[in-house]
Each structure stands twice: as C-alpha cells, then as structure tokens.
C-alpha cells in the first residue's frame, strides 16, 4: 500500500522556520484533499491545516494562522507545510494526509477524514 512520506522535521530555535514535505507516490496525487496534523506527546492528534485538492483553497487551525502555509505540487506529487514564526509549543511529530478524494469541500479537519497517514516526522522548537 502506497504511503505519504514526509521529511524536514528537526530542531529549530523559537522564531525560526522549517518547511515540512510530503510525498505521495501515486497517480491520484492530484485529486486529494491533504491535511497536516500534529501530535504532541501525551496529547491528541490536532489538526493544522489542510489544501483542497482543486484550487488549492487552504485553512488553518487558528494556533497556527499567520505562521503557516500549505502548498502542493502536483507534479511533484508533493505537499509543503512551512512553518514560520516557530514556538515552543509547536514542538510535536507532524503528519501529513491524503483524504476527501475529488471531495466537493476542502473543509476536512478530523483525522476520520483522511485515509492514508504518513509516519510523521519531529519537530521540536527550542525556547
């Protein structure tokens, strides 16, 4: 089963910046609505954000608005978190998602609304 791989979690101070990738090798990239989660330890998984798949609407949990920005490319078969402004309470293993296939909404903002999970990758922000 083909699965999302992200990369470019790590450590950063606070009020730096990382970009997080997700690749999905699959032909139906495209026709995805991608979300971005979080989960710090001893937390619930948190939704960040999410791209529609036509138009590439977006929209943010209100934690992190102002501060980060999802992006896809899709012949690249990649989705972009880029995070700015960074606090220490952004530190958490970061997941990306694929759901809402060719969905008539973008608004897909529970993880019950995706379908294929990458591994995560971690982020921790230093104060």
């Known amino acids: 089963q083909v699965q999302p791989v992200e990369s470019g979690g790590g450590l950063v101070q606070a009020g730096g910046s990382l970009r997080l990738s997700c690749v999905f090798s699959a032909r139906t990239f495209s026709g995805y609505t991608w979300g971005w989660f979080r989960q710090a330890r001893g937390k619930e998984r948190e939704f960040v954000g999410v791209?529609?798949?036509?138009?590439?609407?977006?929209y943010y949990a209100d934690a992190v608005k102002g501060r980060f920005t999802i992006s896809r490319d899709n012949d690249k078969n990649t989705v972009y978190l880029q995070m700015n402004s960074l606090r220490p309470e952004d530190t958490a293993v970061y997941y990306c998602?694929?759901?809402?296939?060719?969905?008539?909404?973008?608004?897909?903002?529970?993880?019950?609304?995706?379908?294929?999970w990458g591994q995560g990758t971690q982020v921790t922000v230093s104060s």
């Open positions: 998602a694929a759901g809402g296939y060719f969905s008539n909404t973008y608004y897909h903002t529970r993880p019950i609304d995706y379908d294929y």
């Open positions: 791209i529609g798949w036509s138009g590439g609407r977006t």
